[in-house]
């Protein structure tokens, strides 16, 4: 049986190559290298480390020969540029960090890499983090590799684009209102948001948060599962981390369920369906795979419930009240004085400030720092800060009472499949995408999207799965699971360009 081509193996089979050395970091590394020069038209990149890289992946070679066993050990990966990185720039999407170098490297890139995963680079998002499509990048938007003229949804749209386009086998990514889940569902890969606090949010320049949150997008729940091992875990620099102690994730995904059976290794597992999230107006090109992909999940065992989400419709004025604020108040840093972007020109120092954050800032980073300016200014306050945290907890309480009928919540990712670039010129039409995937976020619950087959023009559409908090491995379970049963998650995008 002939190897499979370098860029078409995902996590688990490089892992496995690399250590039965079949094939060797720096011969995978220069391959991918390759591939990213070729596939630059998808605009997935915005820094390519390739001398690093290599150097690393020469490292990572005579380490295994020396009987290092890291469990990540000369894994080709990249970072979305949200995470700041000392061997390369940073710059979150945003000119006002352009040429910015951090002297340090944020927690989950340090894990990665002190697991023995090499980064080639990093990967286009948008402007820190705000926008659900990658078109608000100040460098340029991501194209969709199923479709180069849609797009590859957002924020993690970069890393999504990498994945699908066989770039890589892995990236990060962060998720504050879908950002992980939907660019996943967008482009037929995999995509993990844990529960809030499950991976250190020190040195990932913040958006909202109380909402921002890392994980990993791949090819499969297995592949998620290894990185997330490696990613995870309580750091005291973050006061947000959970004091939780380190899970092999992979170990536990694949751990029997007690009333698993041959051929029925959801036995017992039981999934609610929110009417919320199957309203009957849901696109058909989504509803279709959708309940194809639930029904698979019957056929495993599963056991599929009515539930009720009541406050769904909600999640969006809630979250761009609370996101916006956060956000108001995070990109205040932003000035011109210590770091980034400053103005050529200004008379005295309020004239720098306003002058530096114009011509810094994207639209949609103005937009959200004037809403959550206005939300958190006196007299308004009361009237929407506070009544959108009420809201909040009252979410996540109807998430609570969902749990007490059932273990996993399943349904859309999004309402629609890709849509075309430039499509959304109303920013309000935009935000409406995220209804399916705000609510976990809001409730700081772990939720997954996984490939569940594809709608009306061969694009890829996501099921998303949810789980109660801290409940990660039952989610990777479940997906794995499905991923055993069907061939969703191996289906790669048409090749548009020439590759080695």
């Known amino acids: ?123 286009n998002c948008d402007e820190f983090a705000m926008g659900s499509a990658n078109e608000n990048s100040a460098y340029g938007p991501v194209h969709n590799p199923w479709d180069t003229g849609r797009v590859p949804g957002g924020s993690s749209g970069g890393s999504a684009a990498a994945v699908a386009a066989r770039l890589l086998p892995a990236a990060t990514g962060t998720d504050t209102g879908g950002s992980i889940r939907q660019p996943a569902s967008f482009t037929g890969i995999t995509g993990i948001k844990p529960t809030y606090g499950v991976c250190s949010r020190y040195g990932m320049i913040a958006f909202a948060s109380s909402l921002d949150q890392a994980g990993p997008l791949a090819r499969s729940a297995q592949d998620c599962a290894l990185l997330l091992s490696a990613m995870s875990g309580f750091d005291e620099r973050d006061a947000t981390s959970a004091e939780r102690p380190a899970q092999d994730f992979h170990a536990r995904m694949l751990d029997p369920r007690p009333d698993a059976s041959p051929g029925r290794p959801l ?52 979250y761009y009240i609370i996101a916006p604020a956060e956000a108001s108040s995070n990109l205040s840093r932003f000035d011109g004085v210590k770091f980034g972007h400053r103005a050529a020109h200004y008379t005295d120092l309020l004239d720098m400030y306003k002058k530096t954050r114009t011509e810094g800032f994207g639209a949609e980073v103005k937009r959200r720092i004037m809403t959550g300016a206005y939300v958190l200014s006196h007299g308004y306050y009361d009237a929407y800060y506070f009544q959108a945290q009420k809201i909040r907890r009252m979410i996540a309480d109807d998430f609570q009472r969902c749990f007490a009928e059932c273990d996993l919540i399943a349904g859309p990712v999004a309402p629609s499949v890709a849509w075309p670039l430039g499509q959304q010129t109303d920013p309000v039409r935009e935000y409406l995408a995220d209804i399916f995937t705000l609510p976990a976020s809001l409730a700081g619950l772990p939720g997954m999207s996984l490939p569940a087959g594809f709608g009306g023009q061969g694009l890829p559409v996501g099921l998303q799965l949810i789980a109660n908090y801290f409940q990660e491995a039952q989610l990777l379970h479940a997906g794995h699971a499905l991923q055993q049963a069907t061939d969703w998650h191996l289906q790669a995008p048409p090749e548009r360009t020439a590759s080695p």
Do not use: C
């Open 267 to 318: 036995a017992g597992l039981r999934i609610g369906l929110p009417a919320q999230f199957f309203p009957d107006n849901l696109d058909a090109d989504v509803a279709r795979p959708v309940l194809a992909a639930l029904a698979q999940l019957q056929r495993l065992g599963a056991t599929l419930i009515d539930v009720q989400l009541p406050r769904t419709q909600l999640a969006i004025p809630v």
């Open 1 to 123: 049986m002939s190897r499979p081509a370098l860029h078409e193996m995902g996590v688990a089979e490089t892992l496995a190559a690399l250590a039965d050395r079949s094939v060797s970091s720096l011969e995978l590394t220069r391959a991918l290298l390759d591939r990213i020069a070729a596939h630059a038209e998808l605009g997935a990149f915005l820094h390519v480390d390739s001398e690093g890289a290599l150097a690393a992946a020469l490292s990572a070679d005579q380490r295994r020969a020396q009987g290092d066993a890291s469990p990540l050990l000369g894994l080709p990966i990249a970072h979305k540029d949200i995470f700041v990185t000392a061997d390369q720039p940073t710059t979150a999407g945003s000119k006002i960090l352009a040429g910015y170098r951090s002297p340090f490297d944020a927690t989950v890139v340090a894990r990665l890499k002190a697991a023995g995963a090499i980064s080639l680079g990093k990967l």
